[in-house]
């Protein structure tokens, strides 16, 4: 890759510019920043997408009544069971149990707050999702 | 490039890099007037790799990596350069916080390893749970730290609190708090012992490996599951997986071609360090191959933009990589043979 060949495609890095090593006019390697690449927009605009649209449907079974805002909450920050389970001190099984509605809405106090500790969220927010 | 002040009140050069860990080490040396680029460290540290991991999942995708297991380029780099490095990790947060204060104080700046999700200073595109971003801290600030980030262009602050849970994120490839210094490094450490140390190594990884999911092996192994798995996953999921190839390639701060360019920069300084014509020769082979990885990223970009058009199908994604691997392989076995003859 040489220094004008480095993609400088306005995407989505929202300012921030990116280090690509390319071959200057002597041939010797340097550092270019980089604004962005449209092949790399459009293949991280698929994942995430994806993450956009698993989310969207657990916010709406939220909604349904089908799982608890829980699941949501985690998934908002892209952890899964095991990593919550972790970092709120809680057993896997517990926590896939906890996305059960009908539990969740019978949890203590203090797990709660474990939970919303390890989400960096409040309880409030803990207890519902967005509506829209 | 740019100026900034450490907490012992010495100048601090921040250098844009392409890759964390490799950039956070070369920080480290150059702060302690070891003028040593991050190019360079990443070929003596044997950063490149190559591996894919069918049975470990990342949201719900396997492992794709171009890279050595985070950690052990700063490791190797280290031990192969010389010098005295603190490094240590913490079961309390906040026993390491205080720590990170304490040799603040004391002058040093310190690399840290954390979780990139949060570390908010990033755009939201960039922040998933990946445990093994390294940064180097500066000094303390109000509320705060300020941060040479070395995949940033500018040094940045950031808050205590998000600080403190970056270290000390769970999950996979847990950071627990780790803080690494440099005590002391020798001033004209001898690179040409390093560097043949590095590419014997490397050739090893790549070459001669037990393990058909890594080095060579691996990519052509991942090069025949691309081509086969349209019919296999359906086209959806199929684009899924190579989505996730090139992501690994391209976007997790790679310096383009996942790494090759940059190798391709430390085979070039090694050749002016050892003054081998030879060297510089492999340096433009992996430019080219680097290339051909690039070419693979805009195929499968168009794979999955065209979503089903027979332009560019899987077979010539595959066998794109297929290329790679041959040429990669004559490349690393031209390598292992010049690295037994250079003499230190």
Same mark, same amino acid.
């Given at each position: ?8 495609? /306005? ?29 790399? @927009? ?8 994806? +993450?956009?649209?698993? +989310?969207?449907? !657990?916010?709406?079974?939220?909604? @349904? ?18 990593? +919550?389970?972790?970092?709120?001190? /809680?057993? !896997? ?9 009908? /539990? ?7 797990? +709660? ?20 | $490039? ?38 360079? *460290? ?8 190559? #591996?894919?991991?069918?049975? *470990?999942? &990342?949201?719900?995708?396997? =492992? ?17 350069? #010389? ?5 240590? %990790? ?25 979780? *990139?999700? &949060? ?86 990884? $790549? ?37 996730? =190839? ?39 082979? $992996? ?5 051909? &990885? ?7 970009? %168009? ?42």
């Amino acid at each position: 890759m040489k220094v004008n060949e480095v993609p400088q495609d /306005i995407t989505y890095y929202e300012g921030v510019k990116r280090a690509c090593f390319a071959l200057n006019d002597e041939g010797k390697y340097v550092v270019v920043a980089s604004i962005g690449w449209d092949d790399e @927009a459009v293949v991280n605009g698929l994942a995430v997408d994806d +993450l956009a649209a698993t +989310l969207e449907d !657990t916010r709406k079974a939220v909604l @349904a009544g089908v799982k608890s805002p829980l699941c949501y909450h985690m998934e908002r920050r892209q952890m899964n069971p095991e990593i +919550l389970a972790k970092t709120a001190g /809680i057993a !896997t099984f517990r926590v896939k149990r906890h996305f059960r509605p009908e /539990i969740f809405a019978k949890l203590k106090l203090s797990v +709660l707050d474990r939970y919303a500790q390890a989400l960096a969220i409040t309880k409030q927010e803990l207890m519902t999702v967005p509506q829209k | $490039m740019s100026s900034e002040v450490t907490a012992a009140g010495k100048p601090f050069i921040h250098h844009h890099s392409a890759h964390c860990e490799s950039g956070a080490t070369s920080a480290l040396f150059r702060d302690k007037g070891v003028e040593i680029s991050e190019s360079m *460290i990443f070929g003596i540290g044997s950063g490149i790799y190559f #591996g894919h991991l069918p049975f *470990i999942k &990342w949201v719900g995708l396997p =492992i794709t990596t171009f890279r050595s297991r985070p950690g052990t380029l700063f490791a190797k780099a280290a031990k192969r350069i #010389g010098g005295k490095f603190f490094t240590k %990790r913490y079961h309390s947060a906040k026993k390491g916080m205080a720590e990170l204060r304490r040799v603040l104080s004391e002058g040093h700046i310190v690399g840290l390893t954390t979780n *990139i999700y &949060w570390l908010t200073y990033f755009p939201n595109r960039f922040r998933f749970q990946f445990n093994g971003h390294n940064i180097v801290v500066l000094r303390e600030i109000e509320n705060g730290f300020r941060v040479s980030d070395p995949v940033l262009e500018y040094p940045v602050d950031c808050l205590t609190e998000d600080m403190e849970r970056a270290r000390f994120a769970r999950g996979p490839l847990e950071p627990r708090g780790f803080m690494y210094y440099a005590e002391n490094v020798p001033l004209n450490p001898d690179l040409r012992l390093a560097c043949i140390a590095a590419m014997k190594d490397t050739c090893k990884m $790549m070459l001669r490996t037990p393990f058909p999911f890594v080095g060579i092996r691996g990519m052509r192994y991942l090069a025949k599951k691309t081509i086969s798995s349209p019919d296999k996953l359906g086209f959806k999921e199929a684009c899924r997986r190579l989505a996730n =190839i090139v992501r690994m390639q391209e976007e997790v701060g790679t310096g383009g071609a996942g790494f090759r360019f940059m190798y391709a920069a430390f085979l070039q300084e090694a050749a002016d360090l050892f003054a081998s014509a030879e060297l510089s020769q492999l340096s433009k082979e $992996m430019t080219a191959i680097g290339d051909i &990885w690039r070419e693979f990223a805009v195929v499968s970009a %168009r794979i999955i933009k065209q979503r089903g058009q027979p332009e560019e199908t899987f077979e010539k994604a595959g066998g794109l990589m297929l290329i790679c691997a041959g040429r990669e392989e004559q490349l690393f076995r031209d390598l292992d043979k010049i690295a037994r003859t250079l003499k230190a």
